[in-house]
């Protein structure tokens, strides 16, 4: 059979390809429309193709941010039924860098074994459940689930803190606490995910405070030097 018959069969086995009526002349035609095709397919598959994701949820609240192939970096967060959508795109050096980081901090992550399964955690309605989604090119996908409640492996930390970065394209967009903000009795601060926190009081040493969940039933302590880290918004002003 020559090279010609069997490519034309080829073709004919590709979904929807259609080949001409030809009488000895080549069908050039359609050479170029599956090659436009495969140009197209390879193009969404850019677009759709996920490089990293991170993301926690529970039943209430998710927040996810993902780095496709083609370089468009979505963060997406809030309630599930009013869920927010952030994007922005990085240039292709950009793309390649982060990819180069992300294999570094992988090859690290993988001399501690992270492939084994992560531990079970707290468990809840109120609890964020969190999950790293990695898959860069020439290695398998690698995926590790944990509690937002307990603390990953530091190399597991390394990669959450790489996805985090990726937020600072879409910064301009995202919501912060007032400039200059210092907690009082009262104040409502909300999370990226949407979760509700009071000032109870400050801590003894003066350098944090205590916060009551309002929509969770938690008492957590931050330092008033990691409340911009912790906090997005200032929902409530406390009674002076």
Known sequence: MSNHATTSEWI????????????????????????LCFAALL??????????????????????????????????????????????EIGP?????????????????????LAEPALEGAHGLW????????????????????????????????????AEDLTVHIAPQKETLPAGYEPQLGDVLRTAEGLRFEVVRKTADEAGVELRGIDQPLIIYVGLKDLDKAFVALEERGAQ
């Open 12 to 35: 004919r086995r590709l979904p929807g390809a259609i080949l001409p009526k030809t009488t000895g002349s080549r069908p050039r035609l359609c050479w170029i429309t599956v090659f």
């Open 43 to 88: 193009r969404a598959d850019d677009r759709s193709t996920e490089i990293l994701k991170y993301t926690c949820a529970n039943e209430l609240d998710r927040r996810d941010i993902t780095l496709f192939k083609n370089g468009t970096v979505r963060l997406r967060e809030g309630p599930w039924d009013d869920q927010k959508i952030y994007l922005a």
């Open 93 to 113: 050096e950009a793309v390649e860098d982060n990819i180069r980081v992300l294999a570094d901090a992988y090859a690290v992550a993988s001399i501690d074994s």
């Open 127 to 162: 609890t964020m459940r969190c999950e790293l989604y990695l898959a860069l090119p020439g290695l398998d996908p690698f995926t590790y689930s944990y509690s937002k409640l307990s603390i990953p492996p530091l190399k597991v930390a390394r990669l959450v803190a790489i």
